[in-house]
């Protein structure tokens, strides 16, 4: 029997005892205990300390002047920790799918925590020059699984050799990407990419490309998702960045694109008579996220849009205030104004942003050896040689009976330290052998200890490191508190306010029966609108108004042939509403003229609806909303008598004084 067979059995009959998941909840008293005491709910003791870092992160995002007062912002508080004392009273920190999100969460986070503080000045340098150049590429994708068996990554690096190999005796890189690619999208794409710049791949890739001439073919390269080959097909220097506004003539469910390609030319006339983009833009365009500040988009390069249509026509725009003609996408037609060219920015000026990026970014494992050595150093954590002797004559030859019932006495013994956690023989067996099993019947080189060893150390420490981060960094431990904190506030508000508000649609309708008067629409006022460069082409449009001339008369008269110098259109404004004008008195036939930035507009009253109650299905999710609200004040008067709060007025008095100043 060899080393390895007995060393399994062993193995896998421990198997169970080997693995255990801890889970650390992040506790803000215990730290706290000689802290100045703010209030307590339940005789639980809430501290200053807590309430002002709370205070101070949130107050600048606090739109609400009557939020910024501290009494105010106390009640918030009080109902915050009332809510987390009835979350924890009814289980929810202890429901399994909190708890599976909450390390997901934590896990994902402590990433960021898990490299060497200092970036690497090459990985920033090589950062900022591709940062100024962009690749248009195809690729080839042959999956491997992370836990791939050595066969089946050596089948599918044979694959992608295949692949290639047909490339380079003359095959057609699409045809062939639609014969051996796996990426999901290769139906659709045929393996092509498009554009893409520095971050935009995950690192190996992104290096593959960048090292690659145009028109050649990539040797294969392994990522996460497997093996790749790309094909480089053009690079271009990036052209830095632009302002630009635009009017969008969407396509929907009222309007075709016929349509709406007519109404962008209306515009475009419009334009070209003199008359104010920012106003048009406010007045016609679909984009309502920037229709309300004159069209203006904020501010881009290359790539970063889901249009390049829409970017190839911003770009090639030389001078400020210059229009592109109208411009259609798969959003509709544009007319596109530019406001602004900005220059690339020098690697000084991008340098602070480049260097956070890269931390983020998956090329920060390559600094990784640098903090697992300061880990080691940290907790004095040497190489144990003896050990790895052990274990290289255990997988390496067959051994006697006698010989193999020594070794397995060595399973208990220490293999390295970190503070009070020992790591035994035993658990560096656990960790090697699922990957020797790989090797059976081969002999295990000997290497392959050296790098497991090397890789159980570094995940060792890194998980020590990982599982204690809220005992060594405050910033990561308020992070992950106030994450806590958020699940259990979802789970607890969903239950108890949202879920309940939506379902019981008895309560709900009696709510909106006990207050149906709140639920009036004003009187409303059906008019016709039409817009001009021109104040005498308005004047004649009043004049024929008048005159009671139907709408389709008096376009044909003023919008002749081609030229349209008036656009038409229909609205509806509610009395006491922003977007009616002060000057209306609301009377039928009326007509007013109102003139912004050169831009004239004739409102005229068609119809007057009169007041009413709107319907419980008119307004169904403006009264769940109500309700909801409802609901939530009473029930925090109930907490607040299930669990008594006591406000230390002295200390209140205090803090009020300190952070006023």
């Not at 970063?304 to 037609?333: D, H």
């Not at 306010?497 to 409303?524: G, M, P």
């Not at 009169?610 to 609200?629: A, H, L, V, W, Y």
Request: charged share 35%.
């Amino acid at each position: 029997m060899s080393g390895l067979g007995t060393l399994s059995t062993q193995i896998m009959y421990q198997k169970s005892l080997l693995f255990f998941l801890g889970v650390i909840f992040f506790t803000l008293a215990n730290a706290q205990q000689k802290e100045e005491m703010l209030l307590s709910i339940d005789n639980s003791p809430v501290y200053l300390s807590e309430f002002k870092r709370i205070y101070l992160k949130n107050i600048d995002l606090v739109k609400d002047d009557s939020q910024k007062d501290i009494d105010e912002y106390l009640e918030l508080f009080i109902n915050y920790k009332l809510k987390l004392k009835e979350a924890r009273a009814l289980g929810l920190d202890k429901k399994e799918s909190y708890i599976k999100e909450l390390n997901g969460y934590k896990k994902q986070l402590a990433s960021n925590y898990l490299t060497d503080t200092k970036a690497s000045e090459a990985l920033v340098n090589e950062a900022y020059n591709r940062s100024l150049e962009r690749i248009k590429a195809s690729h080839i994708l042959i999956m491997v699984k992370p836990n791939a068996t050595a066969k089946d990554t050596a089948l599918a690096y044979q694959k992608i050799l295949e692949a290639k190999d047909k490339i380079n005796k003359g095959g057609d890189f699409e045809v062939i990407a639609k014969e051996y690619s796996q990426d999901p999208s290769v139906t659709k794409n045929s393996g092509q990419l498009g554009w893409f710049s520095v971050f935009r791949m995950v690192y190996p890739f992104e290096s593959a490309a960048y090292n690659t001439k145009i028109g050649e073919v990539s040797t294969p390269f392994r990522t996460q998702f497997g093996y790749h080959i790309v094909k480089v097909h053009e690079r271009e220097k990036k052209l830095g960045e632009v302002s630009v506004a635009h009017i969008m003539i969407g396509v929907n469910g009222t309007r075709t694109l016929k349509e709406a390609e007519i109404r962008i030319g209306e515009i475009k006339q419009q334009l070209d008579h003199g008359a104010s983009f920012a106003s048009l833009a406010k007045e016609y365009s679909d984009d309502p996220s920037t229709a309300i500040d004159g069209g203006k988009i904020r501010r881009f390069g290359q790539g970063a849009l889901k249009s390049e249509k829409f970017e190839k026509a911003a770009f090639e725009l030389q001078k400020k205030g210059q229009l592109s003609k109208p411009v259609k996408t798969k959003y509709g037609w544009h007319i596109i104004k530019l406001l602004e060219k900005h220059p690339t920015k020098t690697y000084e000026e991008q340098k602070p942003e480049l260097t956070k990026r890269v931390k983020r970014d998956s090329r920060s494992k390559l600094v990784t050896e640098s903090f697992i050595n300061s880990l080691k150093e940290k907790y004095s954590v040497s190489k144990n040689e003896e050990a790895i002797a052990y274990f290289k004559k255990v997988a390496s030859h067959e051994n006697t009976a006698k010989e193999l019932d020594e070794l397995n006495k060595e399973q208990d013994k220490v293999l390295f330290g970190i503070k009070e956690k020992s790591y035994i023989y035993k658990d560096f067996t656990a960790f090697i052998l699922p990957e020797m099993m790989k090797f059976h019947p081969q002999k295990v080189p000997t290497s392959f200890i050296d790098q497991m060893y090397d890789k159980f150390e570094s995940s060792s420490l890194l998980k020590y490191y990982e599982e204690h981060l809220e005992e060594d960094n405050d910033d990561f431990a308020n992070i992950i508190g106030e994450y806590r904190d958020g699940l259990l506030l979802f789970d607890l508000m969903d239950s108890k306010i949202w879920n309940t508000s939506k379902t019981d649609s008895v309560a709900l309708k009696k709510f909106y029966e006990e207050r149906k008067e709140k639920y009036s629409k004003n009187e409303t006022y059906k008019v016709l609108k039409a817009s001009s460069a021109r104040r005498d082409i308005i004047n004649r449009v009043q004049q024929l108004l008048k005159e009671s001339k139907s709408i389709e008369e008096i376009k044909k008269e003023v919008n002749k042939g081609d030229v349209v110098l008036v656009i038409f259109s229909e609205e509806e404004l509610v009395k006491g509403e922003n977007n009616l004008p002060k000057r209306l008195s609301a009377k039928k036939s009326e007509m007013i003229i109102t003139e912004e930035d050169n831009f004239i507009t004739l409102i005229m009253v068609k119809e007057i609806l009169p007041s009413r109650i709107r319907t419980f299905e008119e307004i169904k999710g403006e009264i769940i909303n109500d309700f909801q609200e409802s609901r939530e004040q009473t029930w925090l008067s109930e907490l607040r008598e299930k669990y008594p709060v006591k406000v230390n007025q002295k200390t209140l008095k205090k803090v009020k004084k300190e952070l006023s100043k």
